[in-house]
């Protein structure tokens, strides 16, 4: 949704992928890009609400972006896999 609002994207590509201990989600526009590292920049509520989101569940995001370029988010998310015991015995 932020990529469709803000970036004026043509195209939006989102990957998912599950690997044995982790999940990755990459996703890439071609749209307006911002420059991060600008004095006037402002993380805006929606990407800080998936930074948040990311964080509780110890993972990390890695933005790729630049004025004219578009962006790419990368975002790895570790797997906690409970066996079955633990499954029972927690609930």
Request: glycine share 10%; aromatic share 6%; proline share 2%.
């Amino acid at each position: 949704t932020n990529a469709m609002k803000h970036a004026n994207c043509g195209e939006l590509s989102i990957q998912l992928l599950r690997k044995e201990n982790e999940i990755s989600v990459l996703v890439e526009d071609d749209g307006v890009g911002y420059d991060m590292k600008s004095d006037g920049f402002k993380m805006g509520l929606g990407l800080r609400n998936i930074e948040s989101r990311i964080e509780k569940m110890e993972g990390f995001i890695e933005m790729d972006t630049y004025p004219g370029r578009g962006t790419t988010a990368n975002i790895k998310i570790p797997l906690k896999i409970k066996s079955y015991d633990e499954n029972i015995i927690s609930g």
